[in-house]
């Protein structure tokens, strides 16, 4: 989902956008947000771009456009469908009430948390049907915790995850090298991404050319789950 500060800055460049056609600068977005520092800025903005709220748009200064916003904010006329991807909720405790989405019949699958939408890219809002739980095969369910998130995005198109996709995680703090797994960054932002080690960094990859490796301090990244299966509804 969306941080509360993404949301913030979203709307701050929506609005400016609205009132004179073209976005706040970078260190009018600093001290709207109260930041320190422009880097934390540049950190929202990626995120969001990623996400699929907004585009920069090259070889223009401070040129961007809103693609769509969250329902929380209202629907714009006239906003594309984002084509980022991003993991979202999964910090959060699955909601009381709502319905579970059956895979199986009664009594031959297993009923899972279900915490959202996960960006292939960066952190999207869940929906406001997101059901509780989510039943799956018991089959496809191994040993320790497991919960399922919803794909948004393309960003793990190449390892064969598309935009919609339900991604069943194994609920871990650790990974082997290489391992597709839902980290959060920076204590704000979720994501599904190949996990990388080097010395001292992580190293976050999309499996798409278009998107660039992340390289963080470990500090600022944290599991959250390994990638242990995928559901495509057809």
């Keep these: 989902m969306l941080t509360r500060k993404q949301q913030i800055l979203l709307g ?29 800025v540049h950190r929202l903005v990626t995120a969001l ?26 629907k714009t006329p006239g906003l594309v469908p984002a084509s980022g991807g991003v993991l979202a909720g ?23 948390p279900f915490y959202g939408r ?9 929906t406001g049907d997101a059901p509780a739980t989510f039943d799956v095969p018991p089959a496809m369910v191994g040993r320790g915790e497991h919960y399922v998130l919803e794909v948004v995005g393309d960003s793990m198109i190449e390892a064969g995850i598309f935009d919609g996709d339900l991604a ?12 597709i797994a839902a980290v959060l ?15 001292g960094k992580i190293i976050l990859e999309a499996a798409n050319a278009r998107y660039a490796p992340r390289e963080l301090p470990a500090d600022r990244v944290h599991i959250q789950g390994q990638l ?7």
């Design 12 to 40: 701050i460049i929506h609005e400016r956008l609205e009132a004179e056609g073209v976005p706040p600068s970078f260190e009018e977005m600093k001290e709207a947000l109260g930041l320190h520092s422009k880097s934390g």
């Design 90 to 112: 999964v910090t959060a405790r699955p909601r009381r009430g709502g319905a579970s989405r059956p895979m199986a019949a009664a009594g031959s699958s297993r009923t899972l």
């Design 49 to 74: 771009e990623e996400r699929g709220f907004l585009r920069r748009l090259p070889h223009r200064a401070r040129a961007m456009e809103i693609l769509r916003l969250p329902e929380s904010m209202g």
């Design 185 to 199: 960054v920076d204590e704000e932002a979720v994501t599904l991404k190949h996990v990388r080690h080097r010395a």
């Design 168 to 179: 069943l995680m194994r609920q871990t703090e650790q990974v082997e090298e290489g391992s």
């Design 118 to 126: 996960i960006a292939a890219g960066v952190p999207i809002e869940t």
């Design 228 to 234: 242990a299966g995928l559901i495509r509804r057809y």
